[in-house]
């Protein structure tokens, strides 16, 4: 089983959806959680991290349910800007090393 | 601005070349790394450093070498032993045991020609 597992998508929305991603982890004592956002042929960037509590960023929400082993990204009214791969990313327990996931790839059509 | 650069964007080697990928930071992370990603894969783990002076192995550190005789410097070398090289190299660095995730250079494309 892999370690971080997202659905690969491509999930084609058009302008102003809402459209969820959920990831899931294997590691029950992940301590950090984040999502990152990949535009085609460049590098991942930092979109929001992930807090137990949830948080919220604009049109973007994200959760943690740690009972379930999974976090979710949600992205309200969207854009065709947001158009990407959307990678979860998990920090195992002690160690300075990020797990990613193979992304889950978002179209967002007009 | 504090960053994490990356040279050459992009690279081409002959067979049997060895190469060196630059990875320079001034953010003052202690932590850096070099990810492989290959077309519609995600992000593998080559090798990592802690610490000047010390680094390990990732998932996939077979015909790769690296360096960290300075904080602000991580060079990979991939070598003719690596069977296929061609992929977009990721360099990144963090601090706070990842509590806040890594910053990526924008990465050097490697093509074997």
């Known amino acids: 089983r892999k370690e971080v597992e997202q659905d690969p998508g491509p999930f084609n929305v058009p302008e102003g959806a809402t459209v969820a991603f959920n990831c899931t982890y294997s590691?029950?004592?992940?301590?950090?959680f984040f999502w990152y956002r990949q535009d085609c042929r460049k590098e991942p960037k930092l979109l929001m991290s992930v807090y137990s509590s949830g948080n919220e960023d604009g049109r973007f929400t994200a959760q943690l349910n740690r009972a379930s082993q999974y976090i979710s990204l949600l992205i309200r009214d969207s854009k065709l800007s947001d158009s990407a791969t959307y990678l979860c990313v998990v920090t195992p327990l002690n160690t300075d090393k990020l797990i990613f996931g193979t992304g889950t790839r978002l179209q967002v059509f007009p | 601005d504090g960053g994490i650069t990356q040279s050459p964007k992009y690279l081409f080697r002959k067979e049997g070349q060895n190469v060196t990928l630059s990875c320079e930071q001034n953010?003052?992370?202690?932590?850096m790394y070099w990810y492989r990603q290959d077309p519609g894969q995600g992000l593998r783990l080559i090798y990592y450093s802690q610490i000047v002076n010390d680094f390990q192995k990732g998932d996939i550190a077979e015909g790769y070498s690296v360096s960290r005789e300075k904080k602000e410097s991580f060079p990979l070398t991939v070598t003719s032993a690596q069977k296929n090289p061609t992929a977009f190299y990721l360099c990144a660095s963090g601090g706070e045991q990842g509590v806040r995730g890594y910053t990526f250079g924008s990465g050097t494309r490697l093509t074997v020609v």
């Open positions: 590691n029950s004592a992940s301590q950090s």
């Open positions: 953010l003052n992370h202690d932590a």
